[in-house]
């Protein structure tokens, strides 16, 4: 999920037209080390909301199996809800605000360097769960799901199908107001808008049984991308601590909320709800333009870069972490200290092994 691209050659005359004569060239904003530091907490909190479903998991969803467990995977699963908003926000302001693509061909680039590791990381996953025995169906038939989003058993990558067309949608509009002619790219999403369809057709003509297509994102992501475009694109506020204070205070306000939903109405709460909102936006609204302090930076540079590797390796870590130790027999305190023993051992592991592949020059592969 990188965002910025190096200039290279321009881009090629079948890509687009010459943008107008009286067009002010863009200005590139410096880099933001606030949304480096975001992004290494939006990676933390999906570790930790995965880390929460294995506890979850073991009590088959009901209190009554085991309060602890239930307990401490439900509250490490709320707290975790802003993560996924807070994916598409980042994206939405790399691409309108951020880092604009451009032409055609440096968006391109950005997303083989997100599908190829995604589709690497799938079938590491399907072999993963062959060799453990948990896959549901042979590994065949996972594959071809997968390759039209029905994940499994790599579930946490079901974001990657929708942020791709996100991202695609807005570079196509950014690119089209910059004079650009992207036909390839408008191909490209005519294929998302009628996948559908098309797949279900040619499974009745074929009498075949087909699988879901869902290459697509709902109104809720694009508007989160939108809003985040907006919120991360603000003047540098002079509120001082206590602004960032009363955000943090409504965070943590929407993360109770979330989880007395998730609790007491319907688990899993949807992405799309008030509270998610709320969550996701003040999390936002605290830590944007917060200075890093500079002995810092060079650190949280480096370790955002390995966020998008550590969040595909990171649910194998956990569940070779949990299987061995989460019980739905847990006592209160066990329950706490195994969810964030894991949890913490899992964000290691997972930046750990994502760092090191990237110094043995294998980030283009696996992320």
């Given at each position: 999920?990188?965002v910025?691209?190096?200039?290279?050659?321009?881009?090629?005359?079948?890509?687009?037209?010459a943008?107008?004569?009286?067009?002010a060239p863009?200005?590139?904003?410096?880099?933001?080390?606030?949304v480096?530091?975001?992004r290494?907490?939006?990676?933390c909190g999906?570790?930790?909301?995965h880390?929460?479903?294995?506890?979850?998991n073991a009590?088959?969803?009901?209190?009554a199996?085991?309060?602890?467990?239930y307990?401490?995977g439900m509250?490490?699963?709320?707290?975790s809800?802003f993560?996924?908003?807070?994916y598409?926000?980042?994206?939405g302001?790399a691409v309108l605000?951020g880092?604009?693509?451009?032409?055609g061909?440096?968006l391109?680039?950005r997303m083989?360097?997100?599908?190829v590791?995604?589709?690497?990381?799938?079938?590491?996953?399907l072999?993963?769960?062959?060799?453990?025995?948990t896959n549901?169906?042979p590994?065949?038939d996972?594959?071809?799901d997968?390759?039209?989003?029905t994940?499994?058993?790599?579930?946490?990558?079901?974001?990657l199908?929708?942020?791709?067309?996100?991202?695609?949608?807005l570079?196509?509009?950014v690119?089209?107001?910059?004079?650009?002619?992207?036909?390839w790219?408008g191909?490209?999403l005519?294929g998302?808008?009628?996948?559908p369809?098309?797949?279900?057709?040619?499974?009745?003509?074929?009498g075949?049984?087909?699988?879901s297509?869902?290459?697509?994102?709902?109104?809720?992501s694009?508007?989160?991308?939108?809003?985040?475009?907006?919120?991360?694109?603000l003047?540098?506020r002079?509120?001082?601590?206590?602004?960032?204070a009363?955000?943090?205070?409504?965070?943590?306000?929407?993360?109770?909320?979330?989880?007395?939903?998730?609790?007491?109405?319907?688990?899993?709460?949807?992405n799309?709800h008030?509270?998610?909102?709320?969550?996701?936006?003040?999390?936002l609204?605290?830590?944007?333009?917060?200075?890093?302090?500079?002995?810092?930076?060079?650190r949280?540079k480096?370790?955002?870069g390995a966020?998008f590797?550590a969040?595909?390796?990171?649910?194998m870590v956990i569940?070779?972490?949990?299987?061995?130790?989460?019980?739905a027999?847990?006592?209160?305190?066990?329950?706490?200290?195994l969810?964030?023993?894991?949890w913490?051992?899992?964000?290691v592991?997972?930046?750990?092994?994502?760092l090191?592949?990237q110094?043995?020059?294998l980030?283009r592969?696996?992320?």
């Open positions: 999920m990188t910025s691209d190096a200039p290279t050659r321009p881009a090629a005359a079948s890509d687009s037209a943008p107008p004569r009286d067009a863009a200005r590139r904003p410096g880099h933001r080390y606030d480096d530091l975001i290494l907490l939006c990676a999906v570790i930790l909301g880390t929460g479903s294995e506890f979850i009590v088959g969803r009901r209190e199996n085991g309060a602890a467990a307990w401490a509250t490490a699963d709320a707290l809800r993560a996924v908003p807070m598409f926000a980042i994206a302001w605000a880092a604009p693509p451009r032409d061909r440096r391109a680039r083989v360097r997100i599908v590791p995604m589709g690497v990381w799938t079938a590491v996953y072999l993963w769960g062959k060799l453990r025995d549901e169906d590994v065949r996972l594959a071809v997968a390759a039209f989003a994940v499994r058993p790599a579930y946490h990558l079901w974001y199908y929708a942020y791709v067309p996100v991202v695609l949608l570079g196509f509009v690119l089209l107001r910059a004079g650009r002619r992207p036909w790219l191909a490209v005519l998302f808008a009628l996948g369809g098309l797949l279900a057709d040619a499974g009745r003509a074929a075949w049984a087909t699988p297509f869902g290459w697509g994102f709902g109104v809720y694009l508007v989160y991308a939108a809003g985040g475009a907006l919120l991360f694109s003047s540098p002079r509120s001082g601590p206590g602004g960032r009363l955000w943090a205070a409504v965070a943590t306000a929407a993360a109770a909320g979330v989880l007395v939903y998730q609790t007491q109405v319907s688990y899993v709460i949807p799309a008030l509270l998610v909102a709320a969550f996701t936006g003040a999390v609204l605290a830590l944007t333009r917060v200075r890093v302090p500079e002995r810092w930076r060079p949280v480096r370790a955002a966020a590797g969040y595909l390796v990171h649910l569940q070779a972490l949990a299987e061995p130790v989460v019980s027999d847990a006592g209160a305190a066990e329950a706490v200290a969810t964030a023993g894991i913490a051992a899992s964000v592991l997972s930046f750990g092994a994502a090191l592949w110094r043995l020059g980030r592969l696996l992320g």
